[in-house]
């Protein structure tokens, strides 16, 4: 079955540590995008591609990092310049102008 | 900035009633769409709907789009315990080249039974 897929589920971070979260696609989509959650809000854009070996910043990319070597993997970093980086990160993707397919999410806690 | 703003931010009804939430946005559009998220899962697409449609069915679901108000609705007829979730207009925005989506606060939606 085509889906998107994200790991880990759960991730916890020491302070000024850099984490990498995981982001598949096998549904062919040109398109990757990630989000940000925060708890009782909606998806804030951090960074996006929309085709191989490009990418471009979304709404809050400060601290963040990102790669697209593969059109299937689109991972993020989370970088020790990230102050508050405790949320729920989805990944997505999605055809040009068309409905984005989610992953499950990821849930980064510092400690 | 987001795009699309949801009303009301909560709403809680029983089970059979049905449910409207709507959505406003601010820029021209090539098309709108509506996703819903169960507690701490990814986003599930509901329906899109473009910016020269007024109306589509998916089901339950019934959504409305108004692009000289900038409002679209969305209705869930004879809501059951499983519509429990968040729920999400996103626009795609017609000064966007490709089609990046903005998404809203979301209403959340609680149907007990």
């Known amino acids: 079955d085509g889906g998107i897929t994200q790991s880990p589920k759960y991730l916890f971070r020491k302070e000024g540590q850099n984490v990498t979260l995981s982001c598949e696609q096998n549904?062919?989509?040109?398109?990757m995008y990630w989000y940000r959650q925060d708890p009782g809000q909606g998806l804030r854009l951090i960074y996006y591609?929309?085709?191989?070996?490009?990418?471009q910043k979304g709404d809050i990319a400060e601290g963040y990092s990102v790669s697209r070597e593969k059109k299937e993997s689109f991972p993020l970093t989370v970088t020790s310049a990230q102050k508050n980086p405790t949320a729920f990160y989805l990944c997505?993707?999605?055809?040009?102008?068309?409905?984005?397919?989610f992953g499950s999410g990821t849930r980064l806690t510092v400690v | 900035s987001q795009q699309g703003e949801e009303d009301p931010q909560a709403l809680s009804i029983q089970e059979g009633e049905n449910a409207t939430m709507n959505c406003s946005y601010k820029?021209?559009?090539?098309?709108l769409q509506w996703y819903r998220q169960n507690s701490g899962r990814g986003l599930v697409h509901l329906i899109l709907?473009?910016?020269?449609?007024r109306e589509k069915h998916s089901g339950r679901l019934r959504v409305t789009l108004d692009t000289s108000k900038k409002s679209s609705s969305l209705l869930i007829t004879a809501s059951r315990a499983a519509d429990t979730a968040s729920y999400f207009c996103?626009?795609?925005?017609?000064?966007?080249?490709?089609?990046?989506?903005?998404f809203g606060a979301g209403t959340q939606v609680v149907v007990t039974p």
């Open positions: 997505a993707s999605s055809t040009d102008r068309g409905s984005y397919t």
């Open positions: 549904l062919n989509h040109d398109a």
């Open positions: 591609s929309q085709i191989v070996n490009d990418f």
């Open positions: 820029t021209s559009i090539n098309n």
């Open positions: 709907i473009r910016s020269n449609e």
């Open positions: 996103a626009t795609d925005a017609t000064t966007d080249s490709w089609g990046k989506l903005q």
